[in-house]
């Protein structure tokens, strides 16, 4: 058992993701616009915040130092933390420990990415060492080849048809269409998934996520009123990339998670799992047990497609984008708002309870992070 | 024609790539290991370039560059361009 923080999530924003932003937008320019409208959110002064986290790929060679410079802000506590799509969670588990030991009391988190066509490509070829020296001179061109292989394993291991990915592709969009936010809303059948056009077989278009710039932003503060950490727990390189890729770090953690929380998967109002790829997605949920009898398929039929479970509410990555390293956050922020009763017309009602994941950095055949938290409505 | 995996010196354990310590025993030393054939575990088809899982019989998983025409569970014959594997169906 973990012990427990004191620490709560008083607000969360989100600066409006975009594909083609205006002409002007940087990194920085994201990040203020989350930080200004997580104070307008939450009703906090500027003067208030003395802890300030960061997570970005793009904002290099600055980092959270600079933007605090520029933001105005005096941190008691400051951490940078590049973890891509874990990253919100990882910024989490510091700051809380940070508030209860006193060490800050109003830390705003902050995460975001602006891509140019270059900024990716640098992105997606050097992305690590290993990347650089053995895979982008394949050229492997991304994740996409890597993560084609994962999806036909696990289509092969369980049976599974293109048309079980694509009741979360239809599922997210559904939630995507009551979400102001989301960059892509018109709704799409299991037959549009079927017909977006190959990426890398068995992957198409509405498989892959689209990239945009955009932010999140988070504020954690000292025991009050707010959402609370019932649990938080994070396995990293648990494998040593020599695993099969599609068991994550989450089922190792899982265990521990829902003891520590005192709650178990059926009683989650909300889920957010990191979604940057629907095999994904499905992995992360089996491993933290919403699946239960192992059968990938039914539970795809049964509970994301007949029964609507929560899952992604925001639309997820996979139709309001990945904005860089916010995908490490939207999950979070969009938790929270459900928690808090802000979340529009996708609104779960009365949700009180949510669960999320974080997952990523693919340091040579798949992700090697994992964490995961519950949040609750006191 | 081969490509290299590395192998701990202290204990025998075959790596790809090469990690800092063994995972295995923590040594610090690697030799390289020149491997001839590997199977081809599975491929995508990226249409002007394909990448292959090839399993070495050491052990160590290597992403490769595919040519020829692959069969899953096939066996290929491997070569390196530069540090990258190329696997040949």
Redesign the interface.
């Known amino acids: 058992m973990v012990e427990r923080s004191n620490a709560v999530i008083v607000g969360a924003a989100e600066s409006p993701y975009s594909r083609h932003p205006p002409e002007g937008t940087t990194t920085e320019s994201l990040l203020a616009d989350a930080f200004v409208r997580v104070l307008e959110a939450t009703g906090i002064r500027r003067e208030e915040v003395d802890g300030l986290g960061v997570a970005s790929f793009t904002l290099a060679p600055d980092r959270a130092i600079d933007l605090a410079w520029k933001l105005g802000v005096r941190p008691r506590w400051l951490m940078d933390d590049g973890n891509g799509g874990a990253s919100g969670i990882q910024l989490i588990q510091h700051a809380m420990r940070a508030i209860d030991a006193g060490d800050a009391e109003t830390v705003v988190l902050l995460s975001g990415d602006h891509f140019t066509r270059d900024d990716f490509k640098a992105l997606v070829d050097d992305y690590n060492r ?1 990347t650089a ?3 982008s ?5 991304g994740p996409n ?2 993560f ?2 994962l999806t ?2 696990q289509m092969e291991v369980h049976g599974l048809e293109r048309a079980d990915y694509g009741r979360i592709a239809v599922a997210q969009r559904r939630w995507a269409g009551l979400n102001p936010g989301a960059v892509y809303r018109d709704p799409i059948t299991l037959d549009d998934y079927l017909a977006s056009p190959a990426v ?2 068995p992957l198409h278009r509405l498989d892959c996520v689209p990239v945009v710039s955009g932010a999140d932003a988070l504020v954690l503060r000292g025991p009050g009123e707010g959402i609370r950490i019932r649990a938080l727990r994070a396995l990293h390189n648990y494998d ?1 990339q ?1 695993g099969d890729g599609l068991r994550t770090g989450t089922a190792e953690i899982a265990g521990e998670l829902w003891r520590d929380a005192g709650v178990g998967p059926d009683e989650m109002d909300v889920i957010s799992v990191y979604d940057d790829y629907p095999a994904m997605a499905l992995a992360q949920l089996n491993d933290l047990g919403f699946v239960g009898d192992g059968d990938l398929s039914g539970f795809l039929r049964r509970r994301i497609e007949e029964e609507q479970l929560p899952v992604n509410t925001s639309g997820g990555q996979l139709s309001a984008g990945q904005a860089g390293c916010a995908g490490g956050m939207i999950g979070l922020v969009e938790s929270v708002l459900q928690l808090q009763g802000r979340a529009g017309e996708r609104q779960v009602e009365d949700a009180r309870l949510a669960v999320v994941t974080g997952y990523g950095m693919v340091l ?2 798949y992700g090697a992070c994992a964490n995961a938290i519950v949040l609750e409505r006191p | 024609m081969s490509a290299r995996v590395f192998v701990c010196a202290s204990c025998g354990r075959a790596v790809f ?1 090469r990690r800092l310590l063994c ?1 295995d025993c923590g040594g610090r030393e690697f030799r390289d290991e020149q491997v001839e054939t590997a199977t081809l575990e ?5 249409g002007q ?1 394909k ?1 292959g ?1 090839v399993r070495a019989p050491s052990g160590p ?1 290597l ?3 595919v040519e020829g025409d692959p069969r899953r569970g096939g066996e290929v014959s491997l070569d390196e ?5 190329v696997a040949r169906a």
């Open positions: 290993t020296q053995y895979l001179k394949i050229p492997h061109g080849a890597l084609a292989m036909r394993q890398v077989e040593g020599e040579y055949r | 790539p995972p599975d491929f995508s088809d990226r370039v990448l899982a998983l992403i490769a560059r361009d530069g540090d990258v594997p």
